[in-house]
């Protein structure tokens, strides 16, 4: 193996100044905190529990609901709480279906 000779600036510690962007385009330069991704309806509308839907034909209430961070059930639901993110659906026949993001074929009815 030859010997590579190694560049004088290696193990040197640099403190380049960095430069903020958002004051340079003057934006506001406070952090803001993450908000949790919430989960919507292709018409807009956020998704939480109660609402009433269509999926794939079916009539359905959402019975759970999880962003992956937060969460919102309907009672007797509790069990679903650290679910993977996506929406629990609960058909008028008492049949259970997950929803993993919702799409076209979760369709908004009514706010329950």
Known sequence: MENTPVPRWVGLNFHLPCLD?????????EIQ???????YYTSGEEVHAGDRVQHKGSYATVVFV?????????????????????VLLCDDDGA????????????FLDRG
């Open 21 to 29: 962007v958002r004051a340079i385009f003057g934006m506001s330069t």
């Open 33 to 39: 905190p993450m908000e949790t991704a919430y989960l």
């Open 66 to 86: 999880s962003t992956g961070d937060s969460e919102e059930y309907s009672p007797g639901y509790e069990d679903y709480t650290g679910s993977e993110r996506g």
């Open 96 to 107: 259970t279906t997950f929803v993993g993001e919702p799409d076209e074929m979760l369709e």
